[in-house]
């Protein structure tokens, strides 16, 4: 069993993504995470643990017995959100999810709390916050910190997992999850998602939402994967390497129709220009043959769904929003269910959740 | 029953205030509300049961027991409290009314965070965080937001009611509420409101207070209006208007003293100077004499109110703060067991707490 | 009994700190304090117990059955967190002690907050928000105002404590009280305080938590205090005033290697730089003799132990973190704990924690 007790940090931190999943996983040996910090530490088996143990979740909410059953669970534990990075989105379903499960929450949103302390270094400042709660939920704007302190805090005399809600521009992983557990649940009557043909639409370039889930769907059998973009904004090489080296069909195209007509899932993306340099050169790309509208939706097949991270500005017209293949509302709520269950696994409760008489 | 499925947008929007009453009500068919958006969509009835269940509330939280009941009674639900406005006084007391109910709660209060995404609408915005709760109590400076919600989200897959707390210059219905009740409790014993003379001073030409509740008052029997105020910042034309079309007896005068020895409550208000203009047309008002002090006090009668809805400034000498007449301490507090009777309602609770042991 | 509304809010304001002590307790007569504003109101048998609750609270809190029993002793209260002066670490271990009794909180935590209604006093925002709540926990830049609010709220209809989180430069009495409870955790096996030489190092003029520490250390019998600085960072001359009125072993040096050798507790403080006048003096300063590194660790004896308050620079070398003798992590853990007994003491829970099952 690979331990972070056993490894210093500069060694840890130098291992491939693939060779640092076993240091991150409870070390009860269930194979859930302990720490989660990328999407790449999650195999398919796990991703389908969690995805039964969402599913079962949002089942038990339902009745009040249930939801008061959850919320028992971790009523003896405390959790902090770290978000020196503000993000009422992704703070409000990861508030959402400790209260679910009945964990009281204390949070840091502010931006300018990160700098509160001159001269206090990022470490200090987490681990003593992390002296008072029992796990924490942290997005930072700084690349690795997620990563570091899970190795601090696993050395440290009183050890709590870190949940990355997301590093920099580099790892988003419960967005990922959230992604996969959209896709598994619209297709799970309906043969899964082995076979399906996914296309992803907008800015490919600079979105870690479709580099993590491009990944993820990986570990699925035979998955098409299709990158439609202006060619400034395609996806980048490496994650077409990652393809290529994995024998995984896929196609580049810059035809948003054609792709949707034999989709099974559309996913859209935001022109992500708060990564533009000063000469703002998003503003000069033509992006007008890559929004989803109503004709595109005439094309849509009747068992294939629409998908967008969110926030959106116009690249899916509101006229889709109470079609019922539009998946992207949904999907935000998914978001709070996988979450929870991600949580309820690294406290070691997959069990006593799928095996209650809820 | 009137429902805001059957109803779009448009059509909604552009009907009477009383006439959107119907629609905005339990479909269980209570009279409680659903939503809450305005003043004008509460009746006599309603208001009265709601004073009621406040008064029942304020009761039974004062046993251990008692308090503990009422905090089991929406232990499995949660709200969002969404102030893209910050206001620390309706925030506190909407959180504690929810917490009295055992409501979890998230919520954000950033004035930036309402901006934090360019390019997303308000309406993505609160649909997406409403994925996660159960109830949105929300503020805005945007008039009509809230109402645009409330069709939004019952027209949605997943509906769930909302609170108004506080739209632009337009409502603030939960204020009125208040109001009310810290009138209705002042004069329980002393043969209730009907009859009474109200009398409301300072800037009466801003403030959505007094609009309010000088509505809300026609709904009593024989209650006299009188409003005193320097000519600049007397009330508006319509609203004598709405008197006049109800037979409600009003008067427009000038002299505090006199209003304040014929009144059953007196209600300060501040100098809304937050609306000026550039010029600061406040300033070159001589509001000297609409102050109330000791002076004042000596006029009031023994068994007569003064009300503020606070913040203040100098409409109310500090001196007068230990008289027991002084009722704008328990204005606050009713506040939040008002707004605790609403969300009760809101959830269908009224028997359950009406009829219960304690 | 002295009671607070027995005198004028002048000749209270004017009493020396001693003498105020009364006036502050519990009216029950337990010893335990209702408002808590000062070291200066602590006497060594309220802290000996003090400490005693922070043991047991932390004993019982291991277990889950422990920590539910803990958490339902104030579930019917909510305490309100107003922190008009922002700071994340007080901020959170005062919530988490909240929220290990299960206590409910609102918490207005934005400095611009406090400057909302232009116009409003102090006075009048704490004491409507304070409507809403059963504690007020709060921490102001301005000098005296949790004093003042103590008088106000014990003068009111509606009495509620004050805990003082920090008040301006003059007092941060829960800073203190962690403090003292690592030094009796650290050596209670080992004999207890009595004896000790307790050395300060770095800015000892600037800090308030040196003068207050200082103070609390006159309790215990035989302390040796040793003030290691620049000469321009030196204690101040009223706290050596005290300790020569009391009798108190002491030392003025420059040499904390020399200090190191003889002390049980080395006490590391941050240059308070943000106290400096404009021309930035401390910048001039030569502290590079007052830093401890892995020379000054070397000379430590082996059960004596390091300590900070934290937010540390360079004060202390990241490579004594992991030494066993660093206590400054578990002091800060500390912290949470002796809130928690010192929140509980104030509620009357004493008795019921120290004499429970668990």
Redesign the interface.
Same mark, same amino acid.
């Given at each position: 069993m690979a331990r972070l007790t056993d490894i210093g940090w500069e060694e840890f931190h130098a291992l491939p993504l693939e060779a640092k999943r076993p240091y991150l996983a409870r070390a009860e040996g269930d194979g859930m995470p302990y720490h989660t910090l990328f999407a790449q530490q999650f195999d398919r088996p796990v991703l389908e643990r969690l995805c039964a143990l969402s599913n079962r979740i949002r089942f038990i909410n339902k009745s009040?017995e249930g939801?008061?059953y959850l919320?028992s669970l971790l009523?003896?534990k405390?959790a902090?959100l770290y978000f020196s990075q503000?993000?009422?989105?992704t703070f409000?379903?990861h508030?959402?999810a400790c209260?679910i499960l009945g964990l009281?929450t204390?949070s840091?949103?502010?931006a300018?709390?990160s700098s509160?302390?001159k001269?206090?270094s990022h470490e200090?400042?987490i681990?003593?916050?992390s002296?008072?709660?029992d796990m924490i939920i942290m997005r930072s704007p700084e690349q690795g910190l997620a990563e570091k302190m899970s190795w601090e805090l696993s050395?440290?005399? #009183?050890p709590i997992p870190i949940l990355n809600a997301g590093s920099g521009k580099d790892q988003h992983p419960t967005q990922a999850l959230l992604d996969i557990y959209t896709l598994v649940r619209s297709f799970e009557e309906k043969g899964g998602i082995d076979g399906r043909t996914v296309t992803f639409c907008g800015d490919l370039k600079r979105g870690r939402t479709v580099r993590s889930l491009s990944y993820l769907l990986t570990n699925f059998r035979d998955v098409k994967q299709v990158f439609v973009a202006p060619k400034e904004l395609q996806v980048p090489d490496d994650v077409i390497a990652t393809l290529e080296a994995k024998g995984v069909r896929h196609e580049i195209s810059d035809d948003l129709r054609a792709a949707t007509k034999m989709s099974d899932a559309v996913y859209m993306t #935001?022109i992500q220009d708060e990564w533009d340099d000063s000469k703002g050169e998003s503003a000069k790309i033509d992006t007008s043959r890559f929004k989803f509208g109503a004709e595109e939706l005439a094309l849509l097949g009747p068992d294939s769904i629409i998908m967008h991270p969110?926030?959106?500005?116009d690249e899916i017209a509101t006229c889709c929003d109470?079609d019922p293949r539009a998946m992207y509302?949904?999907q935000?709520?998914n978001?709070?269910w996988i979450r929870t269950a991600l949580i309820a696994g690294t406290f070691g409760l997959e069990k006593s959740i799928m095996e209650c008489g809820y």
């Open positions: 009040r939801a008061l919320k009523a003896h405390r902090m503000p993000s009422s989105r409000l379903s508030l959402a209260q009281t204390g840091v949103r502010d300018a709390t509160e302390f001269g206090e200090d400042s681990r003593t916050f002296s008072y709660f050395n440290s005399s #009183r #935001r969110l926030p959106r500005r109470h509302w949904r935000m709520r978001g709070m």
